[in-house]
Nanobody
């Protein structure tokens, strides 16, 4: 089992920045990759960014050039740096780890509004 705890969400003005964190504990050795998803009201959950154990990253077209996914293996923590935030980035953001199983964080609200 892997436990995930997210932090870093909040309210930010358009053009601002936030950094989300996802701290993992448990059977980390079973993990092949990790990523960030988001779900806006009335919409399906969508993949925002992912990173493999080999460091390969992938981004949704809507966030390319603005968001950066990274990880600190020593701290077992996944990050999502979000810059130049837009109103359409408003959503609940979830981290997900996958490997022998799929594991989700509890979600953190990001609201972009003036």
């Amino acid at each position: 089992q892997v436990q995930l705890v997210e932090s870093g969400g909040g309210l930010v003005q358009p053009g601002g920045s936030l950094r989300l964190s996802c701290a993992a504990s448990g059977s980390i050795f079973t993990i092949n990759g990790m990523g960030w998803y988001r779900q806006a009201p009335g919409k399906q959950r969508e993949l925002v960014a992912s990173i493999s154990n080999g460091g390969y990253t992938n981004y949704a077209d809507s966030v390319k050039g603005r968001f950066t996914i990274s990880r600190d293996n020593a701290k077992n923590t996944l990050y999502l740096q979000m810059n130049n935030l837009k109103a359409e980035d408003t959503a609940v953001y979830y981290c997900k780890y996958w490997g022998w199983g799929d594991y989700w964080g509890q979600g953190t609200q990001v609201t972009v509004s003036s």
